[in-house]
């Protein structure tokens, strides 16, 4: 369901009090990157499988509301579950929306799941056992994906508990990497679930890029390789991948106009992505297109080589132009125009 607007008290009222898990966007009509918000949410609703309610409101026309909420700038997002705050993202930080939407929803999952089971009575059930390990995975591959390095340990970085926890944090940290965890034992249904997906009875467990590294031993091995370590995101940004960073420079210039969408020309796989290429197309412009959804490396890195968290994006001899919403802007110019190749008529 995509993110949708609230314009009274009563329907905020509403929104916060229904127990499932929710996001509220504290939105300025004046801030541009409250846009990007709305777009990044309403993508992160379509890819993960997770029960997240969304909507925003004009912080400026609602002040009680933010005032109530302690909101001091645009765009804030405050999260909720059982009706009560849980977390908070200031700012457009696009890895710290997506790590957040994520653990809220997944947390509020299997707590609704514990309280079902401890239900005497019930009745018939919604799901059926293979839907309900499809569920799962879906969670545990939204947890995994949720950060490029991710680690699910007994405890958490500032407190770990247990030894081996303990020791993959202090190496992880004496190499400046960046990371995100999860405490295991804050869910259970996450921890045995994912032992089975994995293949690994033990924690902490690793994960680079969705797939596992492995447990303290394996890592620590690993860390004998500077390789291995010039590939992982360090703290304050520097990634170490000049191969993917070179990948990406060569695509986004392996034509004059290149489009980065969900999908092709002939087969657009979201609404975003139909209308830019229709737009295009109208045009008659002369372009080709990269399908995001065939390569999660390029998907990932490419918002962070670009800085701009959502697809469709479109580039001009090798530089952003922007999403749909700027690209309609500029076919609206005949300077922009003139410059794109255009397909001359036979």
């Known amino acids: 369901m995509p993110i949708q607007e609230l314009k009274t008290g009563e329907d905020v009222a509403a929104f916060i009090k229904d127990p499932s898990p929710a996001v509220l966007h504290f939105f300025a009509t004046w801030a541009p990157s409250c846009e990007q918000v709305n777009q990044l949410l309403d993508d992160l609703l379509a890819e993960i499988a997770l029960p997240l309610r969304a909507a925003y409101i004009d912080a400026e026309a ?38 957040k939407v994520v653990l809220v929803a997944s947390r509020s999952l299997s707590q609704s799941s514990s309280d079902s089971n401890s239900t005497i009575s019930s009745p018939t059930p919604s799901l059926t056992p293979e839907q309900e390990k499809d569920a799962l995975n879906n969670r545990l591959k939204s947890l995994i994906t949720s950060h490029r390095v991710m680690l699910f340990m007994k405890g958490n970085p500032s407190a770990p508990r247990c030894g081996f926890s303990r020791t993959i944090v202090d190496l992880l940290n004496s190499h400046k990497i960046e990371f995100g965890s999860f405490d295991i034992f804050s869910d259970e249904t996450v921890r045995q679930g994912l032992k089975e997906y994995s293949n690994w009875p033990t924690y902490p467990q690793l994960y680079l890029d969705g797939e596992l590294v492995g447990g303290l031993d394996v890592v620590k091995e690993e860390f004998q390789d500077q390789g291995f370590i010039d590939g992982l995101p360090k703290v304050g ?22 489009l980065f969408m969900k ?10 992505s139909r209308t830019i290429v229709e737009l295009l197309n109208n045009a008659r412009a002369d372009f080709h297109t990269f399908d995001i959804l065939e390569d999660e490396e390029v998907r990932q890195g490419l918002k962070e080589f670009s800085n701009w968290p959502t697809y469709p994006q479109l580039y001009l001899d090798g530089e952003l132009i922007g999403g749909l919403d700027v690209v309609k802007e500029e076919l609206l110019d005949t300077h922009f125009l003139r410059q794109i190749p255009r397909i001359r008529n036979e």
């Not at 000049?242 to 986004?252: A, I, M, Q």
């Open 62 to 99: 609602l002040p009680g509301i933010s005032l109530n909420f302690k909101i001091t700038a645009a765009p804030t997002l405050v999260f909720f579950s059982n009706g009560k705050e849980v977390d908070r993202v200031d700012g457009f930080i696009p890895k710290e929306i997506q790590s």
């Open 237 to 258: 940004g520097g990634s170490g991948k000049e191969d993917l960073e070179k990948r990406l420079k060569d695509l986004v210039s392996s034509h004059r106009l290149m």
């Open 263 to 272: 999908g092709n020309k002939e087969t657009p796989k979201c609404g975003f």
